[in-house]
């Protein structure tokens, strides 16, 4: 039998071939045999750590799907990169210039937590202890879902789930903070839950308490469309929440139940021709529907997690290895040698079907380069 590292080889090999020009007209380089190292070293050759971007989630989880390859391959240079990055905004006090008014800021505080623990610099966990202790006085709904950000007033967004909750998981487990972090993850994530699923499986994108945003429908208050990537950051969120969620929760099963319900849908889903999810995942055949890259390498890691982890049967990984080769179909070398990945959605605010059609594709947007590791990383020792 095959082991993992070969297999990841020679999809790579396989997928990359199906890239090439034919044999007449190829004079380009051999192809990577590591997909991930090759977005990193990639990437670390476009940006100093310098102009990588501001303290934002894209870049956040970008830096994190890096951490990950570094923790494979214990190439150093992807860990200083990192900390040349997040050394940007830390001063020597541990001090961080930021409010923290909104669940996409502290994203990045992921970063702090594994700095501290790679280096023990006691900077980090200061820092991570501010994002932390702003969760104390952060606003919420009457039913304690932590709103979007001060100014979504009463707004649930699936994104804030990935934004905060594995953050929180992390510092409570490194910190002796555990009691609160898996109280407070559990909760959010059947709170988001049962504001936003809907019985076929799938999560609307948000939810207004008090019903006055014109999306908002006027009984349920939840928006009116399904979003893959908002979908995505829910389904990674809660199979990282359940690592730490210890068997005795009280939130675990519901959310072991959330996300199976969610797998079914997202194998209902899943494009039969490419593998890949669309943006508006239900309407595959409407006219100016697209796969996403983003969110299809989302649910490719939280498919192929929760098999490994025993939450789904393991007829799901199949659905995970389709989806796996149409990500990396979306994958390519260009000429500079330099890797590409397409058709990845820009940052997105909540709307109609129209909204979401029309939002514009990137190629090699944060988005999609963290997503792609992170799914890789999983894949590579676990297919």
């Known amino acids: 039998m095959l082991s993992p590292r070969?297999?990841?080889?020679?999809?790579a090999l396989v997928s990359f071939a199906l890239l090439l020009p034919s044999t007449s007209q190829a004079t380009a380089a051999a192809p990577p045999t590591d997909w991930s190292k090759a977005v990193v070293d990639s990437t670390m050759k476009r940006f100093t750590p310098a102009k990588l971007g501001g303290w934002g989630y894209q870049t956040g989880l970008?830096?994190?799907?890096?951490?990950?390859?570094y923790k494979r391959t214990g190439d150093k240079a992807y860990l200083d990169y990192i900390r040349s990055w997040v050394d940007r905004f830390v001063d020597g006090k541990g001090g961080i210039s930021n409010s923290f008014n909104n669940l996409d800021s502290m994203q990045s505080g992921n970063l702090l937590v594994l700095l501290y623990q790679e280096t023990k610099?006691?900077?980090?966990?200061?820092?991570?202890?501010?994002?932390?202790?702003?969760?104390?006085?952060?606003?919420r709904t009457a039913d304690g879902g932590f709103w979007?950000?001060?100014?979504?007033?009463?707004?649930?967004?699936?994104?804030?789930?990935?934004?905060?909750?594995?953050?929180?998981?992390?510092?409570?487990?490194?910190?002796?903070?555990?009691?609160?972090?898996?109280?407070?993850?559990?909760?959010q994530l059947t709170v988001y839950g049962s504001h936003l699923a809907d019985s076929s499986g799938l999560l609307y994108h948000a939810y207004d308490e008090s019903g006055t945003q014109s999306?908002?429908?006027?009984?349920?208050?939840?928006?009116?469309?399904?979003?893959?990537?908002?979908?995505?950051?829910?389904?990674?969120?809660?199979?990282?929440?359940?690592?730490?969620?210890?068997?005795?929760?009280?939130?675990?099963?519901?959310?072991?139940?959330?996300v199976r319900n969610l797998a079914q849908a997202v194998r209902t889903y899943q494009d039969p021709k490419t593998g890949r999810w669309f943006q508006v995942p239900e309407k595959g055949s409407l006219s100016g529907n697209f796969t996403e890259t983003s969110c299809s390498a989302m649910f490719t890691y939280m498919l192929s997690k929760s098999v490994q982890k025993g939450y789904l049967d393991p007829s799901y990984q199949a659905v995970a290895d389709k989806g796996y080769q149409?990500?990396?179909?979306?994958?390519?070398?260009?000429?500079?040698?330099?890797?590409?990945?397409?058709?990845?959605?820009?940052?997105?605010?909540?709307?109609d079907t129209k909204f979401y059609l029309d939002r514009p594709r990137a190629t090699n947007d944060f988005h999609g380069l963290g997503a792609f590791l992170i799914m890789n990383e999983q894949l590579a020792k676990h297919t």
């Open 6 to 11: 070969t297999r990841l080889v020679l999809t």
């Open 62 to 69: 970008y830096l994190y799907g890096q951490y990950l390859v």
């Open 121 to 139: 610099d006691p900077r980090y966990r200061t820092a991570a202890t501010k994002i932390r202790n702003r969760l104390n006085s952060y606003p």
């Open 148 to 187: 979007h950000a001060t100014s979504r007033e009463h707004q649930l967004w699936l994104d804030g789930t990935y934004m905060v909750l594995p953050f929180l998981e992390r510092y409570g487990h490194a910190f002796e903070d555990a009691a609160y972090s898996d109280a407070e993850a559990g909760k």
């Open 215 to 258: 999306w908002a429908d006027p009984k349920t208050h939840h928006s009116p469309e399904f979003w893959c990537r908002s979908i995505g950051w829910y389904g990674m969120a809660s199979v990282d929440v359940l690592d730490y969620l210890p068997s005795t929760s009280p939130y675990r099963a519901k959310i072991v139940n959330y």
């Open 326 to 351: 149409g990500v990396l179909a979306k994958v390519s070398l260009g000429s500079d040698g330099l890797t590409t990945i397409s058709d990845i959605c820009i940052g997105t605010n909540v709307g």
